[in-house]
């Protein structure tokens, strides 16, 4: 196995700072970057514009679940960055809002629709020489990633920095609302049934709390090159 044959998983709670790091690292290493969040938030944002989610916030889960054939995610690489594709359409923005936050652990806990997005990530992660983020990562995706890291911080930096960067898009939002949101979904991600956040036993885990952007790049760089130095 060579360098440029790695899969590497980067999970951890929302937040985190994973989607960030692993975009980074990707780039630096010139691998392909999978953002698995962005497909539950995709999946979220089509249950929404169907009516599938009720005012009160209970899914209508049969509609959705029979409906997963029609979904089809892709990402395309633009000057901009990496956007996300939905039924072919840019939904990068419209996936990132607090309102899809809002319901999307509700629908990443049905089984059908982990099933069908593992299934797609691993299609996606065949040709390995890929960095994929997300919550299951490491432990049911690929749990063969020769390289695993779990993402940590506080739920009050993380809320932090997930208000920042709302408020930095123009949405008119409280860091109150925006830290409600990470603990409870902090709470669905670790209790649900099917595949439960958890770091996986063979992951090198970081808290980068107090970390800055360029701490936390020189860290991931370092960690890669003493794994694939031993290879």
């Not at 089509?46 to 029979?66: C, E, N, R, T």
């Not at 997963?68 to 809002?97: A, H, S, Y």
């Not at 902090?186 to 209790?191: K, L």
Request: hydrophobic share 40%; aromatic share 6%.
């Amino acid at each position: 196995m060579n360098s440029d044959n790695l899969i590497i998983a980067i999970d951890g709670y929302s937040s985190s700072g994973k989607s960030t790091m692993a975009r980074r690292l990707a780039k630096a290493i010139g691998y392909r970057y999978i953002d698995s969040g962005a497909m539950y938030r995709a999946v979220t944002l089509y249950a929404m514009q169907h009516g599938f989610i009720a005012a009160d916030g209970s899914i209508d889960k049969a509609a959705l679940v029979s409906a997963l054939p029609e979904i089809k995610i892709d990402f395309k690489v633009t000057p901009d960055g990496q956007r996300t594709q939905l039924n072919d359409k840019d939904v990068e923005d419209e996936i990132r809002t607090l309102e899809v936050s809002a319901h999307v652990s509700p629908i990443a806990t049905i089984a059908e629709v982990r099933r069908a997005l593992v299934k797609m990530q691993r299609d996606m992660g065949e040709s390995k020489g890929i960095v994929m983020d997300g919550r299951d990562i490491g432990t049911m995706v690929f749990p063969q990633a020769e390289l695993k890291i779990f993402c940590d911080a506080s739920a009050e930096k993380r809320a932090e920095r997930r208000f920042k960067e709302l408020t930095e898009k123009g949405q008119s939002i409280t860091y109150e609302e925006v830290l409600a949101n990470v603990v409870s979904r902090d709470h669905i991600d670790e209790t649900r049934d099917e595949s439960p956040l958890r770091c996986a036993d063979d992951a090198v885990r970081l808290d980068n709390s107090e970390m800055t952007l360029e701490e936390q790049d020189r860290w991931l760089l370092d960690l890669f090159r003493r794994k694939t130095a031993g290879l």
